[in-house]
């Protein structure tokens, strides 16, 4: 009677372990289309502007007293030439320490505008699961493997749920990239 009720709930469990549902989903992608990532976009690339800006601000105000260094440093006394080129090392210096800082501070604000966007996919994501009935959503990003035949992917539902437009895709927003990078330089 014991091995007969043992069986059966082997039976049971390995029943219940093959109608457990699984869904897989490419975030990334989730995240570069997300409408607000074309905002997130535009800051980046303004915040950037400005500070390559005054970048080559600097770099121009060193190239300026550079050139003035080499026309008069041979007529300059020893301390005047000492003194330029104490000045022209400081600039050097806050050209270095900018530059340094304005990458921290790019970053910084990147991964601030981010958060939001994948917090949001990340919520999506966790909704459909649960109206889906999942229990297990993979990332596509981070398998090395994966049968898409026994997984659902819930791509679409994610894209239709984040207000994605449907014709749009990573071919046609690096189109899209491409084209405002290439009218910014005209």
């Known amino acids: 009677m014991k091995k007969i009720i043992l069986v059966a709930a082997v039976s049971l469990l390995s029943v219940s372990a093959f109608a457990q549902k699984f869904a897989h989903v490419n975030s990334a992608e989730l995240v570069q289309l997300c409408p607000e990532m074309d905002e997130a976009r535009t800051a980046l690339a303004a915040a950037s502007q ?7 601000e600097m770099v121009e105000e060193f190239q300026s007293k550079y050139q003035v260094y080499q026309q008069k440093a041979s007529t300059w006394t020893q301390t005047v030439r000492e003194t330029k080129e104490n000045e022209l090392t400081q600039i050097q210096q806050r050209i270095q320490e900018f530059d340094q800082s304005v990458q921290q501070e790019l970053q910084q604000q990147q991964a601030a505008l981010l958060e939001p966007i994948q917090k ?3 919520e999506t994501i966790n909704k459909l699961a649960k109206e889906g009935g999942y229990i297990y959503v993979f990332d596509v990003n981070a398998l090395m493997y994966f049968d898409d035949a026994q997984s659902t992917d819930i791509t679409p539902a994610a894209r239709k749920a984040l207000g994605i437009p449907e014709g749009r895709t990573l071919e046609t927003l690096q189109a899209e990239l491409a084209a405002k990078a290439a009218e910014q330089q005209q």
């Open 50 to 56: 400005e500070a390559q800006e005054t970048y080559q």
């Open 120 to 122: 949001k996919v990340t």
